[in-house]
């Protein structure tokens, strides 16, 4: 059996893309959950806003926003779905490598991406990412057909040059 979840949500926002550039629409926000589609140019030609969730379940403050044009994003973390066993939280994402719950010291990963099919890659490129820890950040971080936002377990932001990030204050993360 093969389950296309970890990447199911950037293959619609694709699907999505692909109409909406169709159909000749001008701009739109298409939101799946954990990964998003910014379409198109809005009206006053503004950039688009969006805020990165905190992964702190008692801290209702975003760890921050970022202001982009047309783009796919897509954020992974086990924050939302996972259990606790003996005082340890197993997330829902599973390490490829091991098929158990993935361990990492990243508790949330926010991929950018500007080409046409980067709904399925953002969504993808996140789980990865996640799965791979702050030990492997550079070449991400170095990327030249996305960007990132991590955050870690120590609450320190990875942010990639030139993406236009800025951290709240009071969320609890610093760069």
Known sequence: ???????????????????????????????????SLLFGEKPDKTDFK?????????????????????????????????????????SHILDTKTGYPAETDIVSVTVICYDENGGIKSDFLATDIFIGGTENLCRHLSADDYMIVV?????????????????????????
Do not use: H, W
């Open 50 to 90: 969006i805020e990165i969730k905190n992964p702190d379940g008692e801290n209702p403050v975003p760890i921050g926003m970022i202001e982009t044009k047309e783009c796919f994003v897509s954020t992974s973390g086990g924050y939302e779905r996972f259990f606790e066993k003996d005082d340890k939280i197993y």
């Open 1 to 35: 059996k093969l389950d296309f979840g970890a990447v199911a949500k950037g293959y619609a926002c694709d699907g999505i893309y692909e109409q909406l550039k169709n159909s000749g629409s001008e701009y739109a926000i298409v939101s799946l959950g954990s990964s």
């Open 151 to 175: 955050a870690d377990e120590n609450r320190k932001l990875y942010v990639s040059e030139g993406l236009d990030f800025k951290p709240y204050e009071n969320s609890g993360y610093s760069l």
